[in-house]
């Protein structure tokens, strides 16, 4: 079995700063490109941020130069780094990777998400 696990939401002013984290663990053989979808209440969830395993990233417009993604390779973890965030940030931010586990096949998994909540 493969999970993963998201850390760091929570509630913050409007400029301020939040470091997202998610580890995958489990039975997992290699693992692919990583990213973070956000979904806000009343929409449909978004991609927000994705880094391939040798580290290109590509950002939603709505995030570039605020946001920053990065991973861990040995500790099979991705962060994301939110600086001078606004209200509409606002969302529930869920980690997604692409996987091949230990028994074989390939697919994307997903955590269970991590409310941001951008208020003053």
């Known amino acids: 079995q493969v999970q993963l696990v998201e850390s760091g939401g929570g509630l913050v002013q409007p400029g301020g700063s939040l470091r997202l984290s998610c580890a995958a663990s489990?039975?997992?053989?290699?693992?692919?490109?990583m990213g973070w979808y956000r979904q806000a209440p009343g929409k449909q969830r978004e991609f927000v941020a994705s880094?391939?395993?040798?580290?290109?990233?590509n950002y939603a417009n709505s995030v570039k130069g605020r946001f920053t993604i990065s991973r861990d390779n040995a500790k099979n973890t991705v962060y994301l780094y939110m600086n001078s965030l606004k209200p509409e940030d606002t969302a529930v931010y869920y980690c997604n990777a692409n996987i091949r586990p230990t028994t074989g096949g390939r697919d994307d998994y997903w955590g269970q998400g991590t409310q941001v909540t951008v208020s003053s």
């Open positions: 880094i391939t395993s040798d580290g290109m990233t």
């Open positions: 489990g039975s997992i053989f290699s693992i692919y490109a």
